[in-house]
């Protein structure tokens, strides 16, 4: 009953350095989306999957890469970390249909 | 553009009382509707969703839609300490597959 599995917890990059950002779902959903959530300004969607092999722009794509590998993974790369990009990381999955989505416990990153 | 707004709090309620949540949103296509409660460290989970208007109850929870006013609310009936949390009312509009859109949360503190 894993549901959406995020990977590391926590990351404390240097600036400049890059490092990629992964997640696997078990609940059959054909979207996925990456979120950072920073204080004040709630939770900003960055990309998202509709299906396999389809990625978009969310509101806040600069800086940011993603791949859809498979139905069940979905991972977003940073490819040249900055200080800004300093938050925590959220990964979901969803129906389309019904519109909800269910979150994995959350990536802490640290970018000095 | 989407917009979701929702009083930041923190809103104190006392122990057994009634904790009322409210919400509006932008975007007349918007189509369903959630509830999502978060704990200090950890990621959202949903509590509520709603896609027509009236009132919609699980447990102690009421969630309540008016689309003609855009307006969404979350009822807590005895409230008990551990309903202290931050809650978020996300939006999805018809036809998007581009995910939620939230707002920023609501402090909830119950006083025992």
């Excluded at chain 2, 930041?8 to 057994?16: A, D, I, N, Q, T």
């Excluded at chain 2, 460290?41 to 509590?47: D, M, R, T």
């Excluded at chain 2, 689309?67 to 939006?91: E, F, N, W």
């Amino acid at each position: 009953n894993a549901g959406v599995t995020q990977t590391p917890k926590f990351q404390v990059l240097k600036t400049g350095q890059s490092m990629t950002l992964q997640c696997a779902q078990d609940m059959n959903h054909n979207s996925m989306y990456w979120y950072r959530q920073d204080p004040g300004m709630g939770l900003r969607l960055i990309y998202y999957s509709a299906s396999e092999g389809t990625t978009d722009k969310g509101e806040v794509p600069n800086g940011y890469n993603v791949s859809r590998l498979n139905k069940r993974e979905f991972s977003l790369r940073l490819e040249s970390a900055a200080p800004s990009q300093t938050s925590v990381y959220f990964c979901a999955s969803g129906s389309e249909t019904l519109g909800e989505a269910f979150f994995g416990q959350g990536t802490r990153l640290t970018v000095v | 553009q989407k917009e979701v707004e929702q009083n930041s709090g923190p809103l104190s309620v006392p122990e057994g009382a009634i904790a009322s949540l409210n919400c509006t949103y932008s975007d007349r296509v918007s189509q369903s509707f959630f509830w999502y409660r978060q704990y200090s460290g950890k990621s959202p989970e949903l509590i509520m969703s709603i896609y027509s208007n009236g009132d919609k109850e699980d447990g102690r929870f009421t969630a309540q839609l008016n689309k003609a006013s855009q307006y969404v609310s979350l009822l807590i009936r005895d409230s008990q300490p551990s309903d202290s949390a931050t809650y978020l009312c996300a939006v999805k509009r018809r036809g998007g597959a581009d995910g939620l859109t939230f707002g920023k949360g609501t402090h909830l503190i119950i006083q025992p």
